[in-house]
């Protein structure tokens, strides 16, 4: 039978999941609620074949699997909003919010120690809204082995997933994935900087280090080679690689990482 998904939250995540769900020509029916109507217009604009709604409560009445994507600060109120309309035989829940534990769900959504509700927490990256995101998710006991399924399915629409046995490491993925893109796009800014004071026009500077960045990543994708061995293949003793790979490592970049993601996993886990 065909499953009906609804998204709470219309923003820029539900739209990828719902642009890569359609793609993928998945048998669900899509539905979307959002007290924003300028959100609701541009669901409505894309797809006009998906129901959406205002009302939360009435977009979740004959749903299967409720995706919440909604801001971290909101998903307390709107988790209290959605409890009475979820009880009895309880839906899917996937979130997709950072930090929101799923204690904190099951509590705030009307579920007890003694009778969970099934919750999937997940967490994804930017790069999902074009499709080449990277996921990290957790299962409670509570979500049955077609569930666990489904909810894998609905997150592959959007680029690669990872299960995980232990909530505390989605922290740890928060740290590397979920605020990854961040630490590339860094990169690439000092690049492209950098590349400008060397004498290369903005427009050139950007194409190359763009280029470079998709390259170097689709290469270490497809090759069975570690990221060390690929960056020694591209480091000849004495060359123009090793001059600038030594001073990078001379001014700390390794440390300097590790420091920073161990602040990003702290971070995760006080937000939570």
Known sequence: MTKTI???GAGNMSSSLIAGLIQDNADLNIQVSDPNNDQIQAIQDNWP???TFNDNALAIENADIIVLAVKPQIM??????LAPAIQGKPPLIISIAAGISESKLNLWLGG????????????????ALVQSGMTGLYANAQVSENQHSLAES???A???TLWFDDEEKLNAVTAISGSGPAYFFLVMEAMQGAAQKLGLDEKDARLLVLQTAFGS??????SEDDASTLRKKVTSKGGTTEA?????????????FEEALIAARDRSIELS
């Open 158 to 160: 959007v680029g690669i």
């Open 112 to 127: 007890t120690d003694s009778a969970r509700l099934p919750i999937v927490r997940c967490m994804p990256n930017t790069p």
């Open 244 to 256: 600038a790979i030594n001073t990078l490592i001379t001014g700390g970049l390794t440390t300097l």
């Open 76 to 81: 307390e109120i709107v988790c209290q909003d």
């Open 49 to 51: 074949s998906i129901s």
């Open 154 to 156: 609905i997150l592959r």
């Open 6 to 8: 609804t998204f709470i």
């Open 217 to 222: 990543a689709k290469l270490a994708l497809e």
